[in-house]
């Protein structure tokens, strides 16, 4: 997972230190090149995981209150 915040402080600070120089090209295609690997390894941002993370807990707690509704079912049918 890779905190977009931290890539953006990263960057920034590169380009803190090349600006007005003709290395700025290196610093588009360094976020380029990190961006590109990023992506190609499937990763998120902390947002993302985290509201992932919400959804699964919504649904087990879905999945659980399902289970004992059927169980209920169950024994009131025996």
């Known amino acids: 997972m890779v905190d977009k ?3 953006d402080e990263l960057i920034n600070k590169i380009n803190d230190l090349v600006k007005n120089s003709p290395i700025q ?3 588009k295609n360094v976020r380029a090149v990190l961006s590109g690997w990023f992506a190609s390894h499937n990763l998120v941002t ?3 995981f985290d509201a992932q993370v919400e959804v699964l807990r919504r ?3 879905t999945l659980r ?3 004992q509704e059927i169980e209920a079912l169950r024994k009131s049918d025996s």
Request: charged share 45%; aromatic share 0%; glycine share 0%.
């Open 65 to 67: 209150n399902l289970e």
């Open 5 to 7: 915040k931290v890539l």
């Open 46 to 48: 902390r947002e993302e």
């Open 25 to 27: 090209d290196v610093q």
């Open 59 to 61: 649904t087990q707690d």
